[in-house]
């Protein structure tokens, strides 16, 4: 048996729908943004009374909230910023998500009950940097994405007991050292470090001599075009064990714009996998759940840096792949007629197979056939087309409230 180690497993959440499917399978924390100082400016974010009731909805529970503060601020940002921060302390958050020094001092001036958590913008990447941070009052340090195993472990050891390691184990990555990119604000106007990117790395792009115009050189190319700044996706699954002996405290999944879908099937399988190797050492991820992994919107997977790899750059194409369709989320299960209420998402009809995504690993794989269907009324159902419409499906698993069915697609 491994040794008792205690972990948080950190789920984003873009929005309060997606919250609750991260607590809901098995999320310790999230970590979200308000309207403002957040490099998630397009996503739909919190209000200050969306905040307020996100973290009554979290504390209930015996979770915790972060929420982002990690712009690179300008002069004028401070005006509004000690007014901001002490509505967080007041609302109940847990504590910031900073990169700014200037923040920072803000956070222990006018919210000193905030725990301070430097952001991965902020390029920690060796063991002085992070003493540095945690002399100046921060509780955790999320470590840049250019960090090795080994690095982990070097600076986990040179850190006082009390200061965590977080580190991201999933998601999409940053063409650029640690996120901090110029290629949005320089080709689009909009700065992906002051929450606005177009992720232009993503874009496809073609080189020219300059005396050859019109003239594409052959750089890595084929007939979609060259994608030489597109990167591939963070995908540790397997490897929990070895970022829990290196000492990562918080196992972090990036994606606050990603879909509630998204949230629920990666938090679900790095739920299980965290608690497989926290208690057995020799725990081995089953196929079933590496492939739960396939089953949302991703682009090639790597396992980033931790090794000392630079196999990060997905050559091919900057589209993401996915064969499933988040189809209908559980609303409850009618005890009397034996059937599972859901509410639409997409699509499906009488005979479609619909696979179980749910927080009760019992449920892992499990397929239930629409035999038949019917709506509130009781009116049988044969084509499930009206958005988000009410739903009788009789199936024998009892399934719980925002579990997930979903439906492959062929494309």
């Known amino acids: ?76 940002d401070f005006k509004k910023l000690p007014e ?40 920690t990447t060796n063991k002085y940097s992070a003493k540095f941070w945690a002399d100046q009052g921060a509780k955790r340090i999320v470590l840049a994405r250019e960090t090795s195993l080994k690095e982990i472990k070097e600076i986990r050891d040179y850190l006082p007991e009390d200061v965590q390691i977080e580190a991201f184990v999933h998601g999409a990555m940053c063409i650029s050292y640690s996120g901090r990119c110029l290629l949005s604000a320089a080709l689009a106007g909009r700065s992906g470090n002051r929450g606005d990117c177009v992720q232009a790395c993503r874009w496809e792009y073609e080189i020219t001599e300059k005396n050859r115009k ?3 050189l052959p750089i890595c190319e084929d007939g979609r075009g060259t994608y030489i700044l597109n990167s591939k996706d963070l995908n540790m699954l397997e490897h929990i064990g070895e970022l829990i002996d290196s000492g990562v405290y918080s196992f972090k999944i990036e994606g606050r714009m990603k879909s509630q879908y998204y949230v629920a099937s990666v938090v679900n399988a790095y739920r ?22 396939e089953k949302n919107s991703h682009r090639d997977y790597t396992t980033g840096f931790y090794y000392g790899e630079k196999d990060t750059v997905c050559s091919e194409t900057s589209q993401p792949k996915c064969d499933w369709e988040f189809t209908a989320i559980v609303t409850g299960y009618d005890e009397a007629e034996g059937a599972v209420i859901v509410q639409q998402r997409n699509r499906f009809r009488k005979g479609d197979e619909l696979e179980i995504l749910s927080s009760d690993k019992e449920y892992l794989g499990k397929t239930i056939v629409v035999g038949e269907m019917y709506d509130e009324n009781g009116v049988p159902v044969d084509d499930a087309k009206l958005v988000q419409q009410t739903l009788y499906i009789p199936a024998n698993y009892r399934l719980g409230k925002d579990d997930i069915l979903r439906k492959r697609v062929l494309k």
């Open 1 to 76: 048996m491994r040794e008792t180690v205690k972990t948080e497993l950190l789920a984003p959440a873009g929005d309060f729908e997606k919250l609750k499917t991260a607590i809901h399978f098995g999320a310790d924390a999230v970590y979200v943004g308000g309207s403002e100082f957040s490099l998630r400016a397009n996503a739909k974010n919190f209000t200050e009374e969306q905040l307020k009731e996100a973290c009554r909805y979290v504390r209930e529970r015996g979770k915790k909230i972060y929420v982002a503060v990690n712009i690179f601020a300008k002069n004028d």
């Open 84 to 123: 901001y921060l002490a509505f967080l302390q007041e609302a109940g958050v847990h504590g910031v998500i900073v990169s700014d020094p200037g923040v920072i001092e803000f956070c222990k001036k006018y919210a000193p009950v905030l725990e301070i958590h430097i952001s991965t913008q902020a390029n």
């Open 214 to 216: 019109g003239e594409r």
């Open 272 to 293: 299980q996998a965290i608690d497989g190797f926290t208690a057995d050492k020799n725990y081995k991820v089953p196929d079933i759940l590496i492939a739960e992994l």
